[in-house]
Each structure stands twice: as C-alpha cells, then as structure tokens.
C-alpha cells in the first residue's frame, strides 16, 4: 500500500517537474500533535511516531527521525522501501544536505509551503541557490492521492476563566503589545495554536489531546484579528473578545489578509512557527522582526494562580495513578490485563477525577521489550498480555480544566534480573539527584541534565533523548523554551534559562532493544530560594505523586541522601494521596511507600 502512495505521489511529481517532494510532520502551525486531517507523512510512510519528514525523490523515500523513535521506525517501515535516517547518529546527513546532494543542478524542489516553516523555506531557499533549484510550495500534492482523507476538525471552543488562568485575555493583550512596542513592531502575527489558545484564554477539541483551536491572529497596536472557524465560539467567548474588539475572520482568510498589510507595517513574527505560505504573502516591503513570539516566555512562566491549579491537578492524577498501580499489582496473573486494557482502566480512573478533560497525550503502555521503544503505541496486533514476571511501563497523563500533567512509572510485575535492578535503580537515581538539585539562577537546562544523566553514564549507558520538557498550562504536553538535554539541539527550542515558575519534566531511562525499557518522570516546578552575594539561588519543587516501585530497586547501589530523599518523598506521597483512597489502597500504599 505505501509504495502505491509513493508510485502515485511520484506521478504527481513528474506532472510538475518536481524532483523531490518533502512531507512533514506538521500542521499549518508548526504543531508538534495534529489532527487526523494534517497526518501527511504517516499517510505516506506508515510511521506513526509525532516527529519525522519523509523526502520522496524519483528514485528513493527516506524518513528521518530522532533516537526517541529508531526502534518503532525501523518495524513500521519494514517493506515499504522507505529508507531510515537516524537523526544525529554520525555519518548520517541531514534532510538539508540530502537534498543538497541528490538534487540535479536546475531541478525543483517541492512541498506545501502551509506545513513548512519560514525558517526552514528560507534556509532551503538559500542552500539551494548555488544549483538553481526552483521551490513549488503552492499545492498538498499528498492530497490528490489520498481519497479518504478526513475534513478539518470542527470541535466546540470553551472559555477558561481566569479562576483557573490567573490573567485575562485583556491583561494578556496588554503585555503582548508592551513587548511588541520595545521591539518597535505595529503589528504581530501569531500562528501557533498554544500561543493564540493561551493569549485569548481558549482551549478547544481540534488536536487529541492538545485543547488548542485551529486558528491564526494577529494582533495591532490597536486591533486584533482572530482567524478562525466561527462557528466554534460560544456567546462567552465571544463577550470577552468583544472587549477588547477583536475582528473575527474565516479561518482560512489570514493568506488573503497580510497580502493587504500596509507597507508601512513593522510586523513581529517567529520565523520557526509562521509557516511559509504565510510569510511569502507578506509584501517585500514591509520590514519584519524575526523573533520568538513574547507568548512562549509569558506562558512558560506560571503565575501562581495557574501554579496552585497544577499542584491540585496532580493531586487528583496522582490519585487515579496510584489506584491504578494497586489494581495492577494485586490483578496481574489473576486476570487478563493488556496493554491496551490497563490503558482503558488507568483512562477510567482518570475520569472519576473532577474536572478531567481528556488523556494529555496517547498513553504509553508497554510490556517487557516494547518499552525500549520510547514512544511505543500498543495496537490490537502488538498487544501483551502482562504476565507477573518483568517490567511494565507507563508513561500518562491528564488534561483537567485545572492543569496538565505527566507522569511515568515502570511498574515490577513479579521478579526481574539483576540487571534490570541495576538499571532501574539507576534511573530512580538520577531522577532523584536531579530532582535534589540547588543552583544559581541562569543555569540552562544542559547545566544540571548530568545529574540525571550521571549515574547511567557511570554504567557506560544513554538514552538518547532529552531528560525532560516544559509542560503548557491545560495546553500541550510539551512546552517550549524550557528543558533538560545535555547539548543543545538546533531545532528544539528548549535550552532557556530556568525561571521561577517554570514546569519541566524529570524523566532518565534505560531502554535495551530486545530486552526492557524504564523510565520514571515527575513534574518539577523551578523556585527562587535565598539570594546573597553569589547571586539568586534556586531549587525545584516536585508536584508529582505517587510512588516508585521499590520492588524492582536494589537498595545496595543508594547513598544515602538519595535513600533519605526517596523516603521523604514517599512520606509525601502517603500523606497527599492516602486520604482518597479506600481502605485496601490505602493499606497497599503504606507498604509501598515504606522506608527503604
């Protein structure tokens, strides 16, 4: 079937002398999650993983990926002739430099200039230059071909108040156009979803999982355009926008409009979230200020109403965690439980909790050697039924009008080796040593990721991927600009300098192909501490809840300031979750959190 797709994509490719054709992740808003509608490239490929490109020349397809997705690329692509490229891995060239090098000197480039960046365009645009290559990005070529395709989703927006914001849409507004204004711009055009969703205090159904609403803005000195379906806004939503008299638009329209900017415009736009199509429409004349968006800084930094929502959501999560982990401790090999049926069960507990919304992502449920794929999704095909022997993984999370939140816990089911001890052991570890961490404000993240990292590299062992991301606030999963990774990676956005307010993840693995993955993640929210001639120190608090598995430890391999900060933490645990738990639960809770 996909090299079918790849004959007839070929064939369009030949009709307009298009030598290669790059198919993307994204949507038309640089998103990292979309809808049914934008999945492009998983059409095309049968990869299923949230990133990677797939470039089809006349020859040969390839789909570059990065180290979270190897293992589940190399299945999914079995058969398809689909070469893989393994994103960083030495002697692997980049999408740039493969099309530098296969694309004949006065040939054409093509892709849909709606799901490629600006930035990205440009730099094309540029590198290719030198072999007078010609870029067609006015047409979805994927789109003749793919007849069942879905339409754009049509999902009702709601109006989160400021109960659970902590700001207005008019106070936001405000601080957008004071940035906007010592950046001497007239005019700012946002086109990423989590900026405009949490600028007008808008969340929506039109990704799974990400309560974001397709739509684009921009925003004057003095008006405000929203582009977007209206017919997804309530009358509360529309009141609050009344106030501050934005012009609503078809959501489509924007391409239309900025061609009718006026030349004396100084327009504000991030060239890594406005897409192509967009950017080129913008008249020549009109001068432009590259740079990020103010919203991916304002909403990083949470205010402390948002901040006393998050710690009660995980609260809540922790809850629904913690009962899940009993029922599968106390059921495993006296009932059959799947993969696919301890996600339902964990979605279920999740539910009973007020003011749950929806999963923050597709849960992450994997038996024994699928949890070495780092982001592996069970299917009816590839389902385990757990058996009371080995590790099971579960990586989850909540989307409530209160927070979103994400959690991992590798959960023993009965014995384990002496390795997997030792590796789990050391995950716990470096969690907690990076959890433990007190240092100077203006640290980066790549500053403190060897504490986590620290006791994995001891054993000679990686993982390759980051060591933990920001967290929106009832928006995506993964928040730019803050993170933990121990180099810088050019294309993610998430080495800033920590602030107070700040949510990342904390979340080390082990993951062995073949054989078992582990990870453990809890949330940490950056705080300010003394401040003395040194400068601003600064720690985290944690906001995650429930236990870790001390059946799979080998307590031997501990100092013990990180047995004192396990059992401390376990205190906590008991004391937060244990009144909303039955008798049973709470009597297992006890035991799992006792001193070690």
Partial sequence: MIKIRIDKLREKMKEQNIYAYIIPSSDYHQSEYVGEYFKSREFMSGFTGSAGTVVVTLDEAGLWTDGRYF??????????????????????????????????????????????????????????????????????????????????????????????????????????????????????????????????????????????????????????????????????????????????????????????????????????????????????????????????????????????????????????????????KTNVGKMEITELSATQKLEDLRREQDKFIEPSFGTIAAYREHAAMMHYSATKESDYTLEPRDLFLVDSGGQYYDGTTDITRTIALGSTSEEVQTHFTNVVRGMIRLSKAKFLHGCRGYNLDILARGPLWDLGIDYKCGTGHGIGFVLNVHEAPNGFRWRVVADRDDSCILEEGMVTTNEPGVYVQGSHGIRIENELVVRKLEKNEYGQFMDFEVVTFAPIDIDALDERLFLQDEKDYLNNYHKEVYNKISPFLNDEEREWLKEYTREI
Avoid at 109 to 134: H, P, Q, R
Avoid at 161 to 190: C, D, N, P, W
Wanted: charged content about 30%.
């Fill in 71 to 328: 293992i589940q690329a190399e299945d999914e692509l079995k058969g398809s002739n689909i070469k893989l490229f393994k994103m960083g891995e030495e002697s692997v060239p980049t999408v740039e430099a493969y099309l530098i090098d296969k694309l004949p000197k006065d040939s054409k480039l093509g892709f849909d200039g709606k799901v490629i960046c600006a930035k990205e365009g440009k730099d094309l645009e540029k590198k290719l230059e030198f072999k007078n290559i010609a870029i067609e990005y006015s047409e979805d070529l994927v789109n003749h071909i793919w007849e069942e395709r879905t339409e754009l989703p049509n999902k009702k927006a709601f109006l989160l108040g400021t109960e659970y914001t902590g700001a207005s849409f008019s106070e936001k507004l405000q601080r957008v156009r004071e940035a906007m204004k010592e950046k001497k711009a007239t005019a700012h055009i946002i086109t990423s979803l989590d900026d405009i969703a949490w600028l007008f205090n808008i969340r929506g159904g039109d990704v799974k999982s990400n309560p974001v609403v397709l739509s684009y803005a921009i925003i004057g000195l003095e008006g405000v355009y929203l582009f977007v379906d209206e017919s997804k806004l309530n009358d509360e939503i529309k009141s609050e926008l009344n106030k501050e008299n934005v012009q609503i638009k078809q959501y489509d329209e924007i391409y239309d409009f900025v061609k009718t900017l006026n030349d004396e415009e100084v327009v504000l736009l991030d060239p890594a979230k406005v897409n192509y199509a967009v950017y080129n429409n913008i008249h020549k004349n009109i001068r432009k200020i590259e740079s990020t968006n103010p919203t991916i800084m304002f909403k990083a930094i949470k205010n402390e109403v948002e901040l006393k929502n998050i710690r009660n959501s995980h609260i809540k999560d922790g809850v629904a965690v913690t009962k899940f982990m009993y029922w599968l």
